[in-house]
């Protein structure tokens, strides 16, 4: 069934890459009648929901003020040399409460970043390859947002929670970012860091600086440096990556990539390097997406033998500000 799903989606593919704009959907109309009442639905509840809790904690103003909450949906489908097919269920849920004094956030996660495993693996994808939900990944937390800009000085957010299994397990994160404009030249320099500490898993940290300008009105150029360290792994990794983002039309991107990953402070080596491709393409109003990324791996540990992997992601966004003109 997985690989029925993925080739055909293959097959598919290059329609979708075509850079003709007809409208703002590539449904058929009777696809449209289906999703939309159901769509509409779930965003009323959730926007519903989400200023009745702001109103029940904050004031009066959550019934007006912009609201950011959100519901996620993704359907992941990927094959890789090594570990042939998987599949993978992920939700995201963001209730945003910005009239309550501490500006809170709660989220609701199926897919957090202390699970994704190594920096290979991420860009693999070999992390990934559950079923079904995993009940053991699935966290459910309350985070405060600093009020401060990232383009003036360091903002930083706190957060706690817990993962929905037997015995409970408590997580606490610390997030800062921080954005510099580099000399009034078209240069952004974006940091994000975060440190976690999970009752079963240990403490972890993790940092990215993004240093990008726009080449063109169609073109944006990124260098992009990762680090990170698990107790559980107890390793120091790090990563280096170049990209290149491409817009193809009103409705589709692409991004190139070249990625080497390494690790050990006290004796660094390169252990893998990887190209990908990620095609992005809104196939209806903001509302439904879909993600083609295949990967070529070169790892250390298979003497830099060629690996191919690709991942089929399909996602349904629920935001209450994506119901109008539907």
Known sequence: MNKLLL????????????????????????????????????????????????????????????NGSYLRFSQEFSW??????????????????????????????SDPDETQGTLAQQGANTARNNNNFDSDNFLIGLRRLSNRDKNERWRFDAGAGIKIKLPLDPYVRLTGERQWQLNDSPWVLDSWNRASWFHEE??????????????????????????QWQEEVDTLEYSEGVELNQLLGSRSAIRYAAVAVGRSASDPELHDYYLLSHYRRNLHKEILFVDFIPELHF????????????????????????????
């Open 7 to 66: 080739f055909s989606t293959l097959l598919l593919l290059p329609g979708l890459v075509s850079s003709e704009e007809p409208d703002d959907s590539d449904l058929p109309l009777w696809v449209v009648d289906k999703i939309t009442p159901m769509h509409d639905s779930v965003t009323d509840w959730l926007d519903n929901s989400a200023r009745n809790i702001d109103n029940f904690f904050g004031e009066d103003d959550s019934l007006t003020i912009e």
């Open 202 to 227: 240990g403490y972890s940290a993790r940092s990215r600086w993004d240093l990008g300008r726009p080449l063109s009105d169609i073109y944006h150029l990124r260098f992009i440096t990762n680090v």
């Open 299 to 326: 790892p250390r540990e298979q003497d830099y033998d060629a690996e191919f992997g690709v991942t089929l992601r399909l996602e349904l966004l629920f935001r209450a500000d994506l119901s109008w003109g539907r």
């Open 80 to 109: 890789h040399k090594r570990d042939d097919f998987g599949s993978e269920t992920k939700l995201k849920l963001r209730l945003d409460l910005p009239t309550t004094e501490e500006r809170l956030r709660i989220l609701i996660e």
